[in-house]
């Protein structure tokens, strides 16, 4: 790095007061699904012993952030669980925390799990966003992908989703199959877009080491994604929703616009991940990060379980993020949202002028097209978020 310095406390970026999100981990789902890489197990007989360990884990940690204004079911399958559990989860989070009045709580649901009986019940017990791993609308590539729903299934529960009074939807969708054409891409977004859910999440296909979708791509059974068709269906994405109404805030986020309404459609809680606010995770490989700290639970539901019944919190590891850690995060982050990196904020955060620093590392990609300025910010171009990581080295690289 180079010499200018600032001690943590001057690099810190100024969110600790903000309200916390929290983030429950539930590690259970019907089967795994060959391209995910998040821990999750299939013996649901072992979901009340979790349930009850997350409640002790949740009272443990009580008071941990002065307030919170999300929370987060993720997995696994958190739909898995029935409202009566997500209920008493529910209250253990308001017992532990100072949870705000208008408080976004969001359940992830597969659409192979869930009736209209039991997301009545999910918006009765607390829940008041949904997102819907819709993945596809093509049963084929349902099918690929390893999903235990149809199609059919999934636009039954999103009709189901409206009719029990869930009027902020997300939609997840994931693109870049091997052999997927823009023109079968396009139905799908075709499909998505009438249903004009709130939010939309579309998602590469991403080969994870270790999952058995990587073993099969390097076993030669079926070819890697074309990384050139994957970045120009990226582009197609951007410019279909922008024009079906939906705005990209983040390179794989969008939200519908609602114009005069004054509604903010975008998720909360993963904005906090993006914009450095505290969040505390709960559950089996849940993840953590307050003060410039970053925490994360064991991988493992039986270790998980073995230290909260022996009156231990199940932190696996631990880190103190450096001020380098925190400028490339930064950096990182801060590309991957449409708004950009506000170099404002960035220099009360660590004393450095973002133009002065970077100048001579900006000007090939402001050339190239990959970035604009405008006022006080940096963001990426459209070609620039297609090239993130290319963009992002060039930016770490000028910190050495």
């Not at 999934?154 to 091997?178: C, E, H, K, M, S």
């Not at 951007?238 to 983040?250: F, I, N, P, T």
């Not at 490339?328 to 133009?355: K, N």
């Amino acid at each position: 790095m180079q010499n200018e310095r600032a001690t943590d406390t001057q690099a810190a970026l100024g969110t600790d007061t903000a309200p916390a999100g929290i983030y429950i981990h539930v590690p259970f789902c019907r089967a795994k699904c060959p391209y995910c890489d998040f821990y999750s197990v299939t013996d649901s007989d072992r979901i009340p012993n979790f349930v009850d360990a997350l409640l002790k884990e949740l009272k443990r940690r009580r008071g941990r952030v002065p307030s919170a204004d999300t929370v987060y079911f993720g997995g696994g399958t958190p739909s898995i669980l029935t409202p009566g559990q997500i209920e008493r989860i529910l209250g253990a989070v308001h017992d532990a925390f100072n949870m705000m009045p208008d408080s976004e709580v969001t359940l992830e649901v597969n659409p192979g799990t869930v009736s209209l009986d039991s997301l009545h019940g999910f918006r009765n017990a607390g829940i008041n966003r949904l997102n819907i791993g819709l993945q596809s609308t093509n049963d084929r590539t349902l099918g690929f992908l390893g999903r235990i729903h149809t199609a059919e299934q999934a636009r039954n529960t999103y009709r189901w989703a409206r009719q029990a009074g869930f009027d902020n939807v997300g939609l997840d969708l994931i693109y870049g199959i091997p052999g997927q054409s823009r023109e079968a891409w396009r139905a799908e977004l075709a499909d998505v877009t009438r249903l004009k859910s709130e939010h939309l999440s579309c998602y590469t296909l991403t080969l994870e080491p270790g999952t058995p979708l990587a073993d099969r791509v390097n076993q030669g059974r079926i070819p890697s994604p074309d990384e050139a068709v994957v970045g120009d269906l990226f582009v197609f994405t951007c410019k279909w929703l922008d024009d079906h109404g939906y705005r990209q805030y983040e390179i794989s986020n969008f939200a519908r616009q609602d114009p005069g309404k004054g509604i903010d459609l975008r998720s909360r809680h993963n904005r906090k991940y993006w914009n450095f606010v505290p969040y505390l995770g709960f559950g089996p490989a849940a993840h953590s990060f307050l003060d410039q700290c970053r925490w994360w639970n064991h991988r493992n539901l039986a270790a998980y379980l073995a230290d909260v019944a022996a009156g231990r919190l199940p932190v696996a590891e631990k880190e103190r993020l450096t001020r380098d850690q925190q400028l490339i995060e930064a950096i990182y982050l801060g590309l991957r949202q449409t708004d950009g990196i506000d170099t404002v904020d960035f220099r009360q955060r660590f004393a450095i002028d973002f133009f002065d620093y970077f100048r001579k590392a900006m000007v090939p990609l402001i050339d190239g097209g990959l970035i604009q300025l405008a006022s006080r910010r940096v963001r990426l171009t459209a070609q620039g978020m297609r090239l993130l990581e290319h963009v992002a080295d060039v930016f770490i690289q000028a910190l050495e």
